[in-house]
């Protein structure tokens, strides 16, 4: 099972932590976020993730591909953002960028 | 400084290779008399250069004079490639060095941040970052911050104040940088200036804006600042240099009037008597000055990043173009004369550098202060298992008499300081302070296909001198 953090305002979830590591190292304040990532080898700080403008959710199902910003979680179920899927392949397109993003369910 | 030492002890200055355990490079005196030795060009050699273990878009760095203090930033694919930015301290100003890094630090999650750019505030002594939001409120949209970096005792921290929209657009409209150079400091103003093309424009077009820092709590000025266009085309490549002789903010731009490929060039002013003192203004009317014939160099590989340069010891400013009449990568110079009003600005036909095929791929160039020379880095081709990058540094001297007769003279041979380059976006930092290292600093992504890493590293080149 994964921990979510998800955005108020719009249900989309912005990071996902699939690792029980990164799970039991999560500070989540008024002020910002801040865990591991990548089974504790990635130390990070998220500046506008905090407990007014976001929801902490655990024992969620991960999707079948997560791509941070790019799906909702709403009542127990994901939903691809295909307009934001759309916008930043577009923009990876005009960067160079020869991969696109693909998230699943 | 001028060599006054020509032998020691009876041994010519070239049988030796250190006094006292120093190279010649880190010797200004001896015995009182001033002693200039050479240094050739080098990598440098970094130890922990990955600032990232994953694939880092758009990465770019800067340098806090203040703090001695490097900062990265990029859109981190590990995370959602949020923008995100790490702080690290170097344990040498010259020579190989050391990177103590700080833990990475998402600045937003609002959306993907494929272009980024860290500038110093110099008078305000607060970084200035700019970064894209791709996909954020259905747009793509950049932002600015200004953040104040501390020290608690050698680990640098970073106070970030309230992110501002550059350029508000509604949903599914694309503000867009595809890689240029996006901001640029401009210390007689005090302020920075973004460049952007502006999706809800009638023809895309290319527009400056300047913003300041609130140093009590490090938001975003914006009250008085304009949105002036700079060119008029869907096309969005242009770079920005600071001519330190006039104070001046210049605008090299690539653009096609009547489908001609045309380099322009342009120089900003501003009104200190606006709100603020923000409201830009344009010296010369659309579209600006024509300078050349042709694309922006380091399109070559499909690469971005920065192709102008200025040089403050000769007072010219280095362009990278790719001419249209031999379709070759070359340096041509523009020169700026006159004051505020009546400027002159003017391109250089008479003579030109034209770029080593063994660099004339991914080409960036840059000033290096402390070595006084020009930067030049490229590869000789693109790879699919990366590309081979290699520096080597120019001299210009300018004949004023005869126009035609200026030269550049290449110090030494070309030197390979990456083997395994992705491609996308390129830039050295401009050292204009010289105090973060003799040589120069490139935050990269590292070609990451079969057996290659994802990560993002930090890569060097020294010019000598």
Known sequence: ?105 | MANQIDKINTIALASIEKVNTLTDANIEKINTLEFTGTVDPNKITITNQQFNNDRSWGAELAWDPDTDTLIVMYGDDGNGDYPTYRLGKLNATSGNVTITWESEVALSSAGAGYHTKPVYDTGNDRMGLVFLESGADSSNRYRIAFGTITNSGATPSMSVGTHETIHATSAGTYNQGDGSDIAIYWSDMGAIVTALEYGDDDSDANFVKAFKVNTGDNSVITSGNNELMFADTAQERYSLTYDSTINRVVIFSYQTPSSTDTIYGNILDYDSGSTNGLTLQLEKSLPGTSCFLGTQGSSAGGSHGVWAAYNPTANIHHVLINETSDSDDKIRNVKISGSDGSFTIDPHTTYELTIPDDMDTYTTIWWNNARGMLGVAGASATSTSGAELRGLGYTFTEDTGTEADSTFTAHGTAVVFHSTYYGRYFRFDNDTTADMHTGNLAAIMEFYGGSGTEQGIIVGFDTGK
């Open chain 1, 1 to 105: 099972m994964a921990t979510a953090f998800r955005r108020k305002s719009d249900n989309k979830v912005v990071v996902l932590l699939t690792y029980l590591t990164d799970i039991n190292n999560i500070n989540f304040t008024s002020t910002n976020m801040s865990c591991t990532m990548n089974n504790g080898a990635k130390p990070i700080t998220f500046q506008d993730v905090n407990t007014n403008d976001f929801d902490r959710i655990d024992d969620v199902t991960a999707p079948t591909s997560f791509f941070g910003n790019a799906m909702t979680y709403i009542d127990g179920t994901w939903a691809v953002d295909n307009t934001y899927v759309t916008l930043v392949n577009n923009q990876r397109e005009a960067m160079n960028i020869d991969e696109q993003i693909n998230p699943q369910v």
